[in-house]
């Protein structure tokens, strides 16, 4: 679609948070287990849940299992397969959920655990990188979508590990959740004699939009009931009492987790249960027993991860200490992040993407927007950006259209840009109607999707309608009005330019309407006009 561009400024501004209802973004939701863990147990409970979750964006979705398997060579390489759900181009919600299992190489009590997260997590981070490994996203990564890992004990480690090689390449990742993490023999845990294996250790790095650390801590002794870590960097919710449930607190972090995205009671992720008793010990009054908590945190559930309330109590911890504050983005300055040890700043990002001004507005009216992204090794490459309005919430599959574009330079991997932009819709071109908006980065073959938090009503233009000349034909008289689509036009008659009387309304379906006027052979003369109603 044709837009006006009508101008772009760099500001070194906090984000403005407007109060608009709130369009979940569009992403891949990628779930995790730990030693001795598979994702028939509770991730695929945890998952099929999430697109019943009360604040999911549509009816239908897509969800895949990634997992191993060996070669000729005995290698273990990955594998996807889709488990459910539809086709990525078919599903208006534009999401993608994603259980990674490991369980042949995560360990297991009597075999202990040969491989360390920091051998395995290169596998999962070349899948979500390449543009062929899930052929139905149509020569797509899946590292285009905003991403949310989440991962358990030492699928914690494994998500930060994934964090910090999708990094080396300038990916960001919008949201690590990690669920009680215990990298093994790493972060001060001690799991010999069980094993010898070294984690990478358990880091929020600087390409992570937002983290939120769930954990609890016990006195147990080998190793029979492990314990998790506060993350620097992340939201941490000490989880105090977990009393219940699979009557052992490490599994019931994740069961904890569960009971954010099934909020009905009982919930059970088919190995333990939430019953109203684990609802009124296991979250607080902020969190009205698992809806403000979690998932809430997610795009999904777009809460508020700016906010500086703090749901577990005075002192506990606010949620906007999970964001990232190397730039400010919204939360202030602090050093609240683990440098990358490389970022060849390969892959471009947006990192956040909003409507600046109210989100109802007529055909034709100018808007402001603003994006703040991050690419290339230095100042001295370019990216395009890409606004389009959209029908659904599925970038890929094809019912869109640009409303603007302009070329941006490169920022370097230590700097974040944020570019303040008008626009104005063609009223010859876009519909009225209620819109998502996202945007595309893209450079050297690689690009990257972000939805604006808001919906866009557009109203029909103001712009007034034209009659063309009229025609006499047999008595009648005919012409058109001529306008834009959804505009509601009222004829009005004259015979003396003082005196107006409707003879006829329309709804325009399209920009031209041909009238009638079966009177006209009554009056000697008649004058017309087309006015917009009220």
């Known amino acids: 679609m044709p837009s006006r561009y009508v101008g772009s400024v760099f500001i070194p501004l906090a984000l403005l948070c407007l109060t608009q209802p709130r369009l979940r973004a569009a992403g891949v939701t990628l779930i ?6 598979n994702v028939t147990d509770w991730i695929i409970p945890m998952a099929q849940k999430i697109p019943a979750y009360y604040r999911f964006p549509g009816t239908n979705f897509s969800c895949y299992e990634i997992y191993f398997i060996q070669d000729g060579q005995g290698n273990y390489v990955p594998t996807q397969s889709r488990i459910g759900g539809v086709l990525p181009t078919n599903a208006e919600s534009g999401e993608i959920i994603v259980k990674l299992d490991w369980s042949q190489l995560a360990g297991s009590v009597f075999g202990g655990a040969p491989y360390s997260t920091t051998d395995v997590a290169p596998a999962f981070a070349s899948a979500l990188l390449s543009t062929n490994f899930i052929p139905e996203l149509g020569g797509r990564a899946l590292v285009e979508l905003p991403l949310h890992l989440i991962g358990h004990s030492r699928g914690g480690s494994m998500m930060c590990e994934i964090t910090r090689l999708l990094g080396a390449q300038g990916v960001w990742v919008d949201h690590l959740t990690t669920l009680d993490p215990h990298p093994l023999n790493n972060d001060g845990f001690d799991d010999r004699p069980i ?9 929020v790095y600087a390409n992570v939009l937002f983290a ?3 954990y609890q801590q016990n006195s147990s002794i080998f190793g029979i009931d492990p314990s998790g870590e506060p993350l ?8 105090s009492n977990l009393s219940g449930g699979y009557s052992q607190s490490h599994s019931d972090v994740h069961l904890w987790y569960h009971g954010t995205t099934d909020l009905v009671t009982p919930a059970t992720d088919t190995q333990a249960n939430i019953t109203a008793a684990e609802r009124q010990l296991w979250w607080t009054t902020y969190e009205s027993g698992g809806v403000d908590a979690g998932v809430y945190w997610s795009l999904i559930g777009h809460g508020n991860r700016l906010s500086n309330d703090e749901p577990a109590g005075a002192g506990a911890g606010q949620v906007r200490d999970g964001y990232n504050k190397v730039w400010d983005l919204g939360a202030g300055l602090a050093s609240n992040r683990q440098p990358l040890p ?12 909003n409507l600046l001004t109210t989100n109802t507005f007529t055909v034709g009216a100018t808007n402001r927007m603003n994006f703040y ?23 890929i599959n094809g019912d869109v259209g640009e409303v603007y574009q302009q070329t941006v330079p490169g920022t370097g991997t230590n700097a974040v840009n944020v570019i303040t932009f008008q626009w104005a819709t063609n009223p010859t071109s876009v519909v009225p109607g209620t819109y998502a908006i996202y945007a595309r980065i893209s450079a050297g073959g690689k690009g990257r999707y972000l939805y604006a938090p808001e919906t866009l009503t557009l109203t029909p233009s103001l ?3 034209l009659l063309t000349s009229p025609v006499n034909y047999n008595g009648q008289v005919q012409f058109a009005v001529n306008g834009f689509t959804g505009q509601k036009v009222i004829v009005q008659a004259s015979t003396n330019l003082a005196a107006w009387d409707f003879i006829g309304t329309n709804t325009l379906a399209g920009s031209t309407w041909s009238f009638v006027d079966v009177q006209a052979a009554n009056y000697a003369r008649r004058f017309y006009r087309a006015v917009l109603a009220p």
């Open 32 to 37: 995790t287990h730990g030693f001795s863990g």
């Open 463 to 465: 712009m007034p309608p």
């Open 342 to 353: 490389a970022n060849n700043g390969t892959w471009p990002n947006l990192i956040q993407f």
């Open 232 to 239: 620097t960097g992340a939201y941490n919710r000490y989880l």
């Open 212 to 214: 939120d650390n769930y």
């Open 195 to 203: 094993t010898f294996t070294v984690d990478g250790p358990a880091r």
């Open 373 to 395: 992204y991050q690419y290339g090794p230095d100042a001295n490459t370019t990216a395009k950006v890409q606004v389009f309005l959209d029908n659904d919430l599925d970038p």
